[in-house]
């Protein structure tokens, strides 16, 4: 074996993830290593794939997104159209982590309301307590 090809163990330690994780990326079709035997060895392309799946895991992107982003790498339409292609994919999930922080913001201030609203309750009851 070369340098070219690394192990599922290779893999797990260079990527800290698990051959379970391996296999399920496998199983999805997003990354395909040689089969030498029962034996997996993964090439410079499956590296750059996982290393684009957990960049893309990491920013929210589902399964179905990144098979678009890995399939805009397979084709043969020049570097141009991938980029233009992928930066809509990015920017399309960046307005829904927008949306979603934004909701976040709004239910994380109603809660801070309501746990105001209960001290001020539980500050009544303790005064009440010592009268």
Do not use: N
Not at 14 to 35: G, I, K, N
Not at 57 to 63: D, V
Not at 90 to 101: I, N, S
């Amino acid at each position: 074996m070369t340098d070219e090809f690394l192990t599922i163990r290779q893999m797990c330690d260079a990527f800290s993830v698990t051959p379970r994780t391996l296999r399920f990326y496998e199983s999805m079709e997003l990354l395909d290593p040689v089969r030498e035997g029962q034996r997996r060895l993964y090439t410079r392309r499956d590296r750059g794939r996982l290393t684009l799946i957990l960049r893309a895991k990491r920013f929210g992107f589902s399964l179905e997104q990144i098979r678009q982003l890995l399939a805009l790498y397979d084709e043969e339409q020049g570097q141009e159209v991938q980029h233009r292609e992928a930066y809509a994919i990015g920017r399309e999930r960046l307005a829904d982590m927008q949306r979603q922080r934004a909701e976040l913001d709004e239910a994380i201030a109603e809660l801070e309301q309501q746990l105001a609203w209960c001290e001020e309750k539980l500050a009544e009851y303790a005064r009440a307590a010592r009268s």
